[in-house]
């Protein structure tokens, strides 16, 4: 988001930016905004304080404090494990880091299927002890009552359809979802998430031609996880993006650094400097 909220007044215009202008917070009916002037929306996970500092001050408009929390943080071997208790601290350090970005807790497995009730006493958990700003949940049709409880207690709501990485095992693995017959799946969990009140919607691993469908059928704006280009917005997990992950990362991920290799040299250098005398030096002596 670089342009101007037409419906703001003169001091509260451009609070967007790639050096952003001021404190200005990144509300939901900016993403709306941004929809209708076409200026893509950025988002990035994070975890904690520090990276959700460098990612505000960067100007990303979004962060989400994912239940890929569960690879990236808790060592889990999926999202599955990850709980309420486990997200609400890592949510509250980056609520309390940002200044402008909008922070969307990420509610996990087994915290909202059970009814609308069950959801809105998480959304409400999260909102109270993590001070996010919404909550996201995945699940197209499935998800609509939760949606629209949720909604109607004041909370927003960001959806997420497509590849559900909390069904994955019911999915039959990480695949890409809305090819062939899928694609009019998709198109009516877009709409059934829009209609219950959603503010935006993720849509992970579809693709992109499906993606621009849904894109041009939805009023609200939709995020893309690997859904190509013809979206209103692109999220990447960041420890993906920076290249701070082991191993393989989806084809969709652009590394933009690799943060892994930097830190792994700092660490040897350290060892190294330790091992030999060169560190501390008189300079980093107290007299
Ligand atoms: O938890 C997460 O990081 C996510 C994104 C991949 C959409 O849900």
């Not at 808790?74 to 509250?92: A, H, K, N």
């Not at 949940?137 to 559900?164: D, N, W, Y």
């Not at 993906?240 to 290799?261: C, I, T």
């Amino acid at each position: 988001m670089t342009a101007s909220d037409a419906s703001s007044t003169p001091s509260e215009q451009n609070p967007y930016g790639a050096a952003p202008a001021g404190p200005k917070r990144v509300r939901t009916r900016h993403f709306q905004t941004a929809k209708q002037q076409g200026i893509p929306i950025t988002g990035l996970t994070s975890y904690d304080m520090m990276t959700a500092q460098i990612f505000d001050q960067a100007g990303i408009d979004f962060l989400l404090v994912g239940d890929s929390a569960g690879n990236n943080v808790f060592g889990y071997e999926s999202t599955l494990p990850v709980t309420v208790d486990e997200l609400i601290p890592l949510t509250r350090a980056v609520a309390l880091a940002v200044k402008r970005a909008l922070v969307i807790a990420d509610m996990p497995f087994g915290s909202y299927e059970g009814g609308k009730e069950e959801a809105l006493h998480t959304a409400v958990r999260f909102m109270k002890e993590s001070h996010s700003h919404a909550v996201k949940l995945e699940g197209g049709v499935r998800s609509r009552k939760q949606i629209k409880r949720i909604v109607s207690a004041g909370i927003p709501v960001m959806a997420h359809i497509g590849f559900t990485p909390q069904s994955e095992h019911g999915l039959g693995g990480h695949l890409i979802q809305g090819r062939g017959s899928g694609a009019e799946k998709l198109i009516e969990d877009a709409l059934a998430v829009q209609d219950a009140g959603a503010f935006a919607v993720v849509l992970e691993m579809v693709p992109g031609s499906v993606a621009a469908e849904v894109t041009k059928r939805l009023e609200i704006p939709t995020i893309g996880v690997g859904a190509g280009p013809d979206v209103d917005g692109q999220l990447m997990v960041w420890t993906d993006f920076a290249g701070m992950s082991e191993g393989r990362v989806p084809r969709f991920v652009k590394q933009y650094a690799n943060v892994r290799n930097v830190l792994k040299d700092a660490v040897h250098q350290f060892r190294d400097d330790v091992a030999t005398g060169a560190y501390p030096a008189p300079e980093h002596n107290y007299e």
